[in-house]
């Protein structure tokens, strides 16, 4: 059985090979791993798994690490900081790779396995017709001489494997118990391909070794190559009492009860970004998927999230995304913020959607503008919607909007309204209030959504708005009543 019964200072690894933009489930672990380092007082590595270069670029390496960054995922070794057991990149360690490769070779641990691609298919597929569990049947174990020549005057190159011995593997999982993988069903696995390239199963093995890694917190999805991973920490002549300890997190599903993914819904933390998700309120969520602080809280800030964080609380059931709880948290993530915060982090929405440019003048109408619209959005993003009226220099309502004015009854509601608004010298919130009550609901008889509906589409060019006295005394006296002019034209 391999346990971690030893008390050496937590390590912890975040060791994605980003393909694209790093996505949900990719967080979730980073998340959990960095709190167990912070909870613990160990430390938290961040590697990159490159060797595949065709797939990750130095684009998507920057993304990672930009990524975590704007999270607030700090890391104590890894790229742009360092450590003693760099480099990080897996590209830059090819030739440790090799120099296990090769001692695992001479010491017998693993062979070279000629079988052509086609061979192998075409021996699965006998697998399948005799029910026999599909995988390498050892063929290359012991080669003939004459097999050998014949192999090499073929040009065949060779990869290496992994000899499995037979029996079993058992390890306890912090999360899921004792588990145990039968050796028939986990055949000789390749380390090294044709060409010299590493595989993952050997270059995560020596990295956690090699990293002095504690534990392994990492998905669900891995859970099936832990025996892979133990035979080459045994082939590194590790003690049993030297293993990593493995914690296998939940899979995040859909709203369709599915494995998340593209598929059903799952994007990119970036587009969580691009849309005005705060980076606090999207780790708060992801530390609510399959992990619970206790009394049903929901809102837990980062620094709590590092006090509470334990893999006992970790459960082994899957956890569901719900696009509109992290909305909520969001809302309620913003509307903790102080109205400078929250400017600045809003002005960059407002200058990407063309809004304003970022003046000086600009930004003082902003932050006026702000504390009326933050008990309103769930979004960084819905800033501009709520706020571009104010800075239209050429005024136009939507036109899904015109039919809210055009009817008898609104256009006679505008005329009421120009004509009490005209004589109101106090271009007060309160006072617009007042006297727009008493004109429209008081002595039109009016209900308010009719009352107003049509002020607030002459003002801000929508149905949906900041609060319509406070807009109107933000936007100001001449352009409100040049607007509902406009409207009634």
Same mark, same amino acid.
């Given at each position: 059985?391999?346990?971690?019964?030893?008390?050496?200072?937590?390590?912890?690894?975040?060791?994605?090979?980003?393909?694209?933009?790093?996505?949900?489930?990719?967080?979730?672990?980073?998340?959990?791993?960095?709190?167990?380092?912070?909870?613990?007082?160990?430390?938290?590595?961040?590697?990159?798994?490159?060797?595949?270069?065709?797939?990750?670029?130095?684009?998507?390496?920057?993304?990672?690490?930009?990524?975590?960054?704007?999270?607030?995922?700090?890391?104590?070794?890894?790229?742009?900081?360092?450590?003693?057991?760099?480099?990080?990149?897996?590209? $830059?360690?090819?030739?440790?790779?090799?120099?296990?490769?090769?001692?695992?070779?001479?010491?017998?641990?693993?062979?070279?396995?000629?079988?052509?691609?086609?061979?192998?298919?075409?021996?699965?597929?006998?697998?399948?017709?005799?029910?026999?569990? &599909?995988?390498?049947?050892?063929?290359?174990?012991?080669?003939?001489?004459?097999?050998?020549?014949?192999?090499?005057?073929?040009?065949?190159?060779?990869?290496?494997?992994?000899?499995?011995?037979?029996?079993?593997?058992?390890?306890?999982?912090?999360?899921?118990?004792?588990?145990?993988?039968?050796?028939?069903?986990?055949?000789?696995?390749?380390?090294?391909?044709?060409?010299?390239? &590493?595989?993952?199963?050997?270059?995560?093995?020596?990295?956690?070794?090699?990293?002095?890694?504690?534990?392994?917190?990492?998905?669900?999805?891995?859970?099936?190559?832990?025996?892979?991973?133990?035979?080459?920490? $045994?082939?590194?002549?590790?003690?049993?009492?030297?293993?990593?300890?493995?914690?296998?997190?939940?899979?995040?599903?859909?709203?369709?009860?599915?494995?998340?993914?593209?598929?059903?819904?799952?994007?990119?933390?970036?587009?969580?970004?691009?849309?005005?998700?705060?980076?606090?309120?999207?780790?708060?969520?992801?530390?609510?998927?399959?992990?619970?602080?206790?009394?049903?809280?929901?809102?837990?800030?980062?620094?709590?999230?590092?006090?509470?964080?334990?893999?006992?609380?970790?459960?082994?059931?899957?956890?569901?995304?719900?696009?509109?709880?992290?909305?909520?948290?969001?809302?309620?993530?913003?509307?903790?913020?102080?109205?400078?915060?929250?400017?600045?982090?809003?002005? &960059?929405?407002?200058?990407?959607?063309?809004?304003?440019?970022?003046?000086?003048?600009?930004?003082?109408?902003?932050?006026?503008?702000?504390?009326?619209?933050?008990?309103?959005?769930?979004?960084?993003?819905?800033?501009?919607?709520?706020?571009?009226?104010?800075?239209?220099?050429?005024?136009?309502?939507?036109?899904?909007?015109?039919?809210?004015?055009?009817?008898?009854?609104?256009?006679?509601?505008?005329?009421?309204?120009?004509?009490?608004?005209?004589?109101?010298?106090?271009?007060?919130?309160?006072?617009?209030?007042?006297?727009?009550?008493?004109?429209?609901?008081?002595?039109?008889?009016?209900?308010?959504?009719?009352?107003?509906?049509?002020?607030?589409?002459?003002?801000?060019?929508?149905?949906?708005?900041?609060?319509?006295?406070?807009?109107?005394?933000?936007?100001?006296?001449?352009?409100?009543?040049?607007?509902?002019?406009?409207?009634?034209?």
């Amino acid at each position: 059985m391999a346990t971690n019964t030893s008390d050496k200072p937590v390590r912890v690894r975040f060791a994605p090979s980003p393909t694209g933009d790093l996505h949900v489930g990719n967080i979730r672990t980073a998340l959990f791993d960095w709190a167990y380092a912070r909870h613990t007082g160990g430390q938290f590595i961040f590697r990159i798994e490159d060797t595949d270069r065709e797939r990750v670029t130095d684009e998507y390496i920057q993304a990672a690490i930009d990524t975590l960054k704007w999270l607030g995922l700090s890391w104590d070794e890894g790229p742009e900081v360092g450590g003693p057991y760099g480099p990080y990149l897996q590209s $830059q360690r090819l030739d440790i790779y090799a120099e296990w490769a090769g001692k695992f070779l001479a010491n017998g641990d693993a062979y070279h396995c000629y079988c052509s691609s086609e061979e192998l298919e075409a021996r699965r597929e006998e697998q399948k017709k005799a029910n026999v569990a &599909p995988g390498y049947d050892g063929k290359c174990r012991t080669i003939s001489e004459s097999d050998l020549a014949r192999y090499k005057s073929e040009g065949r190159k060779p990869v290496l494997r992994m000899r499995m011995p037979d029996g079993s593997t058992t390890f306890t999982d912090s999360i899921r118990g004792e588990v145990t993988f039968d050796h028939n069903f986990v055949p000789d696995f390749v380390l090294v391909r044709g060409d010299g390239s &590493p595989l993952y199963t050997l270059a995560v093995a020596v990295d956690d070794v090699m990293m002095k890694v504690t534990h392994v917190l990492r998905g669900e999805d891995l859970l099936s190559s832990t025996p892979r991973q133990i035979r080459v920490y $045994q082939a590194m002549g590790v003690a049993p009492s030297d293993y990593p300890t493995f914690a296998h997190l939940p899979f995040v599903m859909g709203q369709d009860n599915a494995k998340l993914s593209k598929r059903n819904g799952e994007v990119s933390i970036a587009w969580y970004r691009d849309r005005g998700f705060l980076p606090e309120a999207i780790c708060n969520y992801l530390a609510l998927l399959g992990w619970s602080p206790g009394e049903d809280r929901e809102n837990v800030t980062m620094q709590e999230l590092t006090e509470l964080f334990t893999v006992e609380r970790v459960h082994s059931s899957p956890a569901r995304f719900d696009m509109k709880k992290l909305e909520a948290i969001n809302g309620d993530k913003i509307r903790l913020l102080t109205i400078d915060d929250l400017l600045s982090r809003s002005v &960059p929405f407002l200058i990407k959607d063309g809004v304003i440019s970022g003046t000086p003048e600009e930004l003082t109408i902003v932050k006026t503008a702000l504390p009326i619209i933050q008990e309103r959005i769930a979004t960084l993003a819905e800033v501009t919607p709520m706020l571009k009226f104010l800075f239209a220099k050429n005024f136009v309502i939507d036109s899904e909007e015109l039919p809210k004015i055009a009817d008898a009854q609104s256009q006679a509601v505008l005329a009421k309204a120009s004509e009490v608004l005209q004589g109101l010298s106090d271009w007060s919130h309160s006072s617009i209030e007042e006297i727009l009550r008493a004109a429209l609901i008081e002595e039109m008889a009016l209900k308010p959504r009719i009352a107003f509906g049509a002020v607030r589409v002459a003002i801000t060019g929508s149905h949906i708005s900041p609060p319509l006295f406070e807009s109107m005394e933000l936007l100001g006296r001449d352009r409100a009543l040049a607007r509902i002019a406009a409207a009634i034209n």
